[in-house]
């Protein structure tokens, strides 16, 4: 029987925050309190990133994704590589019922490196910021590192990247709710536009049920582009969202490509009560088609 799947979740190996605390330009660690660019200081949760501790909440296979918003991806090699091995080397530690996202440096990239990074078998696959995809040019850019999990088998994650445009004094949930959104829309109208053409055969899924993206394609077809047929390699990944958007966007692109994702430990995993069918769909069905591809 197919186990139950959270493909977003969030905790950072030693090695990871052992780097982040010998940094002194941020992204950086001060004991337990994370530094970023375009976001207040945040108190971190130790026990959040306790593995033991996490795994005993846990019922299934949960997919641990690197924080984007810190920007390591785009830190200069010598900056990046460090921290990227930290992360990548999590894979050795894991129990069967974790696995890891891997993330690629995106100024000069290790395509040879990254190939044999996704051939890790704790590894199910790559996630990349949705920075990195903000234009469609900026995808083509970024085609060559998307084609190594394209020719693996294995999926992309488009995770929210560096906030921007913070607001000094706001809430701390400001970013999350103005830059992370914004950022998961751009990424998937540049995928709208030209993503499909380059890479004929990558799954793909959006965090944040892709920004909403998909809802405004009313106000797409008004300024002269179209949603067109559903593209059945695409999903949506369901984190921070409930039972409105979920059903507002099964309407929309139906319920095969949405999956489940909780972002712990920011958010916790949601169930939007729309029945059982729906909910095993989201929990199981469409997760191991995200990864594995095949028939549902």
Do not use: C
């Amino acid at each position: 029987m197919k186990r139950q799947v959270d493909v977003h979740q969030h905790l950072w190996p030693p090695g990871l925050v052992d780097e982040l605390r010998r940094r002194r330009q941020r992204p950086y660690l001060d004991g337990w309190v994370l530094h970023l660019d375009g976001e207040p200081p945040y108190a971190v949760d130790p026990g959040d990133h306790d593995l033991a501790r996490r795994a005993a909440q846990e019922d299934g296979l949960v997919l641990l994704s690197l924080s984007s918003p810190l920007g390591i991806e785009s830190l200069a090699p010598a900056e990046a590589h460090g921290l990227l091995d930290a992360w990548h080397g999590f894979a050795d530690d894991l129990p069967d019922d974790y696995g890891l996202w891997a993330a690629p440096a995106l100024v000069e990239p290790d395509l040879d490196g990254l190939a044999k990074t996704l051939a890790h078998d704790r590894v199910h696959g790559l996630q990349v910021p949705a920075t990195a995809l903000a234009t469609p040019s900026a995808l083509e850019s970024l085609a060559p590192v998307l084609a190594t999990a394209q020719h693996a088998d294995l999926p992309v994650l488009v995770h929210p990247g560096p906030a921007t445009d913070p607001a000094t004094g706001g809430p701390g949930w400001w970013p999350a709710l103005t830059s992370y959104v914004a950022q998961q829309s751009a990424a998937w109208h540049s995928w709208h536009i030209a993503g499909r053409s380059l890479l004929p055969t990558l799954r793909i899924a959006f965090v944040g049920l892709a920004g909403l993206a998909p809802l405004h394609h009313e106000r797409l077809a008004q300024r002269g582009g179209e949603l067109g047929a559903i593209d059945r390699h695409i999903y949506y990944e369901t984190s921070s969202y409930g039972t409105q958007a979920i059903d507002a966007m099964s309407r929309v692109v139906g319920v095969d490509p949405l999956v489940n994702g909780s972002d712990r430990p920011y958010a916790e995993p949601t169930d939007p009560g729309l029945g059982e069918a729906l909910s095993h769909a989201i929990f199981v069905a469409n997760p191991h088609h995200l990864l594995t591809g095949g028939d549902r």
